[in-house]
Every structure is written in structure tokens, then in C-alpha cells.
């Protein structure tokens, strides 16, 4: 290239890469319909469990519990200890498959009614309208320069996030700290730390991800948004528009004729499904991955068709395959039997199956035989090897148990320390027994010797005595 050519090359032009998109406050228009009244239900039911279900005692002791400091959960009567991890790791299997299989047939209904982060977002908007009034209202207000009456009314507004967040908090913290005591511990300056950290850090995360951040959490930190396309099909049912009735679009003026209209899809381009939706999107467009499934725009739409006289469902839950006229929306109920939805459902069933079964046939007293490792083994008065050994028993139900035991692995062998008739364990607690086994020297020469201890247990208040046994292994050590 010569001098000349180079001198005339333009420069490359300064480019800007933007990698962090502001964003824009979003004021959605309350949409009113089917699916609104059934998120409030949803709403109501989630929320009354997660508030109210810490205040519920049984046998004495909160009902619901998640006690870290002492290892323990209860649940309804039901305690679990750190060996019934297990159960714990089922629940969360029955939830994971189930939440696959509801994917995979009804796509983002999770996102759309149950997700705490749609219901609390959800929550933060009723306070919105509570306090500042609709839509515009509040998008005029946004505009106003500050004066008294908007001071006021975002000091309102404010006061009442802080106590639905503050209370969020604590009610947080109540399922992992007795809440009756807790709240007025919080009033008397006297809760502990732990706890107040727990309520204040879950108080502020509410504050800023249903207040500040809303659908920004859903567009950017979910994971779960991200991976369930993976589960979805073309028979998963979705939230979409029909533009082949809707389209083209357009308001029904005055000034069109007979013909023009009737050349018109059924959309008149009212932009109420846009003003309803939390994430800002036109589902218009087409499916995207910002819609969370809930359903207002299918509400706002439903509402001007029924103005104008048209047939409901130009946005309706439908599928993919149904927009492609493979079959009709009638027959999405027999679209239910294909392979991937019968498989995550065979797997639920037998995940809940083996769930309820471990749970019923559970023992609750759990039983380790501890080798005492300061005395390996030892002489006793009648001249028989002893070996010592701690019995930590742990009762994991509410009521007392009277734990009977018993040792076998030589023709001869004696347990020492166990009163007769057996000891008690109190409910809930884990109690550590000293124990003592011997045997003639002449069975347990030198090396380790198989023994087994047999625990029965039953609790002493039932009329009918149903014992339970345990049988553990251990080794005995000779001389
Ligand atoms: S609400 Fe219905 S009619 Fe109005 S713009 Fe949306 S799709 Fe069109
Ligand atoms: S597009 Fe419709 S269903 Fe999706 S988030 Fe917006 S309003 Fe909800």
C-alpha cells in the first residue's frame, strides 16, 4: 500500500461496548382476570405456610423447626436427626422431579404463582398501588419534581416495605429459632445474634430483590430460568400470542372501512398485554426467555376481546405444536403420554413412594456403639476380658423411650452397666450410656471378635407395647 493510499484510509471509528444495560423501572398495570385471582390464591397459600405455619406447636414444641445448633428438624411430631439426612435428600429429590415433570407438561407455572421471588415482587406491587395508585398515577408521580405530597407518600410506601420485609425476616429466622420466643426477645433487646443476623440479612435480600431488582432477577441471576428450556418440548404448554388471528394488527378507527376491518386480525393494537406484563415485554413478539408464565397478559387480552365481542385466547396457554397445527388445543391432554413426561413421572412416583416408606418404616431411636479407645481391654474381678464401649442413643421422637439391651458373640458373654429393665432416653434428646463386655479369655484370644448388640425399645405410655429392635455390629478385643 502506498504513502498516498494510507493517508486516505479512514481512521477506525472509537466503539463503545456497553456491558451493563441500565435498566429501566418497570410499572406494570394490575391485570384482573382467571389467572390474577389464582396467583392471589396461590399467593395467600404459600404465604400462610411460610408465616403462620412457625406459630403451630405440636406436643409442646414448634411444629416446624430447623434447630442447626442441636441437629435437629422437626416437623409435625416428627424429629430428624443427622442419620435421617436421608430423608431430607428424598425431599428434595420428590421436589426436584417434581418440579421437572410440572415443567415439562405446564412449562413456567413455578415462575409464574410460587416462586418467592414472583410472589414477593407480587407483594411489593400491591404496596406499590396501595399507596401510589395505578400505573399512571404512579409513573406521574415518578415524574413530579419532589415536594410534600411526594415525600409523603414515598415515606408511606417505604414504612410499609420496611415492615413487610422486616417481618419477612424475622418470620425467616422463626423457622430455625422457637419464633415465640424470638419476637419478644427482639423487643426486650435480648435475641440472639445468630438469629437477628439470620432476620436481618433474609429482611434486606427480600428488600432488594422483589423491591429493587424484581424481574432482573429473573432475567439475569435464576439459574432455574436458564437450564428448564432444557425440559421443555414442543407439547409444553407456554404462554403465547396467535398472531396468525391476531395479525395485522391495528386500532379500530372510525375512519376504516367495512373491507379494511375485515381485513384486520383480531389484535387492535391496545398495548394493554404490554402495560400488564412485570418484565416489560411484548409477547408479541414472540417467545422469550424474560417471559416468566404469569399469565397478565393473557388476563389484560382476555378483557378487550370480551369488549369486542371477539372469542377469547388471542394470548392463551397453548404449545408449540399446536401453533404449528399439528393437532388442536382440545387434544393437549393426550399429548400428556409421551415418554419424557411418563419417565420424570415414573420417577416422582417411585421417589415419593420410597420417601413415604422410609418414613413410615423409620426408626426413632438411632444407635451407635462407641469402642471406649482409653481402655483397649482388661482384666475384671472374675477374671474375664472387658472391653468398655459408649452406647449414644439418640431419640428422635417426642416421647420417652426404655431401651433394653443385649450383647451376643461368645458362648459367654456379660453386659455391665445397663440397669435391668433397660434405661430411659428422653424424647428428642441423644443420652450416652458406659458400658462394659466381657467374656472367658479362652474365646477371645488375641486379635478383634465379631460381636452384635441388640437394642429394643418401646415407649412406656403405650397400652400396647410394640417394640422395635436394632441390632449393631461391633468388635471385641482379646488379649
Ligand atoms: S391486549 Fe390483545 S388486543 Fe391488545 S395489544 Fe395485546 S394482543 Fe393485541
Ligand atoms: S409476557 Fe405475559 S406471561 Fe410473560 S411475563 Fe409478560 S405478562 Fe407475564
Not at 410440572?102 to 407483594?123: K, N, S
Not at 387480552?301 to 369486542?308: A, G, H, R
Amino acid at each position: 500500500m502506498s504513502t498516498q493510499q494510507q493517508q486516505k484510509s479512514p481512521q477506525p471509528k472509537e466503539q463503545v461496548v456497553q456491558l451493563y444495560q441500565g435498566a429501566k423501572r418497570i410499572q406494570p398495570k394490575m391485570a384482573k382476570g382467571r389467572f390474577a385471582n389464582l396467583r392471589i390464591l396461590v399467593i395467600l397459600a404459600t404465604q400462610f405456610v411460610f408465616y403462620v405455619i412457625p406459630w403451630f406447636n405440636w406436643s409442646g414444641r414448634q411444629a416446624v423447626l430447623f434447630d442447626i445448633p442441636a441437629r435437629r428438624f422437626y416437623l409435625f411430631g416428627i424429629t430428624l436427626v443427622p442419620g435421617d439426612l436421608i430423608y431430607l435428600t428424598g425431599l428434595l429429590l420428590v421436589s426436584a422431579f417434581g418440579l421437572f415433570w410440572w415443567t415439562t407438561i405446564a412449562g413456567r407455572l413455578w415462575c409464574g404463582y410460587a416462586c418467592p421471588q414472583t410472589v414477593y415482587t407480587e407483594i411489593m406491587l400491591w404496596i406499590d398501588r396501595l399507596v401510589e395508585g395505578e400505573r399512571n398515577q404512579r409513573l406521574k408521580l415518578d415524574k413530579e419534581l419532589w415536594n410534600l405530597r411526594k415525600i409523603r407518600i414515598k415515606l408511606t410506601k417505604y414504612l410499609l416495605i420496611f415492615a413487610v420485609c422486616a417481618w419477612t425476616g424475622i418470620t425467616f429466622a422463626g423457622w430455625f429459632t422457637p419464633i415465640r420466643q424470638f419476637v419478644p426477645d427482639i423487643f426486650q433487646f435480648n435475641a440472639s445474634g445468630g438469629a437477628l443476623f439470620a432476620a436481618a440479612f433474609y429482611g434486606v435480600m427480600t428488600w432488594l430483590f422483589a423491591h429493587i431488582m424484581r424481574e432482573q432477577v429473573c432475567k439475569y441471576m435464576c439459574p432455574y430460568a436458564r437450564f428448564q428450556s432444557a425440559m421443555f418440548d414442543q407439547d409444553t404448554l407456554i404462554i403465547s400470542y396467535d398472531a396468525e388471528r391476531g395479525e395485522p394488527r391495528g386500532a379500530r378507527k372510525k375512519s376504516l372501512t367495512e373491507a379494511q376491518l375485515a381485513e384486520m386480525g383480531d389484535c387492535i393494537n391496545c398495548t394493554q398485554c404490554v402495560q400488564v406484563c412485570p418484565v416489560g415485554i411484548d409477547i408479541r413478539d414472540g417467545l422469550q426467555y424474560e417471559c416468566i408464565g404469569c399469565a397478565a397478559c393473557i388476563d389484560a387480552c382476555d378483557e378487550i376481546m370480551d369488549k369486542m365481542n371477539y372469542p377469547r385466547g388471542l394470548i392463551r396457554y397453548t404449545t408449540e405444536a399446536v401453533l404449528e397445527h399439528k393437532y388442536t388445543d382440545k387434544d393437549f391432554v393426550k399429548r400428556l403420554k409421551r415418554p419424557r413426561v411418563l419417565g420424570y413421572g415414573v420417577v416422582l412416583v417411585l421417589a415419593v413412594i420410597g420417601l413415604l416408606f422410609g418414613l413410615a418404616t423409620r426408626e426413632t431411636l438411632k444407635v451407635d456403639v462407641i469402642k471406649d479407645r482409653g481402655v483397649m481391654v482388661r482384666e475384671n474381678k472374675q477374671g474375664w476380658l472387658e472391653n468398655a464401649y459408649n452406647l449414644r442413643i439418640v431419640n428422635a421422637s417426642e416421647q420417652e423411650q426404655v431401651v433394653e439391651v443385649k450383647v451376643s458373640g461368645f458362648d459367654e458373654i456379660a453386659l455391665g452397666g445397663v440397669p435391668e429393665g433397660g434405661f430411659k432416653a428422653p424424647g428428642g434428646q441423644t443420652i450416652t450410656v458406659p458400658v462394659q463386655v466381657s467374656t472367658i479369655p479362652e474365646y477371645a484370644d488375641k486379635g478383634s471378635h465379631p460381636i452384635k448388640f441388640e437394642f429394643t425399645y418401646h415407649n412406656p405410655s403405650e397400652q400396647e407395647k410394640t417394640r422395635h429392635t436394632i441390632v449393631e455390629d461391633a468388635s471385641f478385643i482379646g488379649e
